[in-house]
C-alpha cells in the first residue's frame, strides 16, 4: 500500500524556519518524482516545489517560495523534504506531498491528474 506521511509542521513567527518531512512507503520512491502543494484555507492549491528522480535531480521552485524553501530527497531513508526559511504569514497553509506521474513544475502540477497519491498533509501556521 503506497502511503505518504508529512510531519514538521507547526506554529512559527515570521522569519522562523521549519523543516517538513515526507515519509514515503509502499513503493520504489527513488523511481517517482515528488512534489510539495500547499493550501490556504480559504484557497485553492498552490504549487510549491517538484524534484525529479535521477543523480542530478532537477529541483523547481514557485517564485513566491525561490530562495527561501528547499526541496530534497532522501533515497535511502525514502524521505522527501522541505526546508523552510525566512517564513513569512503568506506561507500559512496545509502543505502536501504528492507522488507524480510524471515531472511537472509550475501552475499545473495542482492538477490532481498530474499526482497519483497524497499524503494528508502537515500544516504550517506562520504568526507573530
Known amino acids: 500500500e503506497v502511503q505518504l506521511v508529512e510531519s514538521g509542521g507547526g506554529l512559527v513567527q515570521p522569519g522562523a524556519s521549519l523543516r517538513l518531512s515526507c515519509a514515503a512507503s509502499?513503493?520504489?520512491?527513488?523511481?517517482?518524482?515528488m512534489t510539495w502543494v500547499r493550501q490556504n484555507p480559504g484557497k485553492g492549491l498552490e504549487w510549491v516545489s517538484s524534484i525529479s528522480i535521477g543523480a542530478g535531480f532537477s529541483r523547481t521552485y514557485a517564485d513566491s517560495v525561490k530562495g527561501r524553501f528547499t526541496i530534497s530527497r532522501d533515497n535511502a531513508e525514502n524521505t522527501l523534504i522541505l526546508q523552510m526559511t525566512s517564513l513569512k504569514p503568506e506561507d500559512t497553509a496545509v502543505y502536501y506531498c504528492?507522488?507524480?506521474?510524471?515531472?511537472?513544475?509550475?501552475?499545473?502540477?495542482?492538477?490532481?491528474?498530474?499526482?497519483?497519491?497524497r499524503g494528508q498533509g502537515t500544516l504550517v501556521t506562520v504568526s507573530s
Open positions: 509502499g513503493f520504489a520512491f527513488s523511481s517517482y518524482a
Open positions: 504528492a507522488r507524480l506521474r510524471s515531472y511537472c513544475s509550475g501552475v499545473g502540477c495542482v492538477d490532481p491528474r498530474r499526482w497519483d497519491y
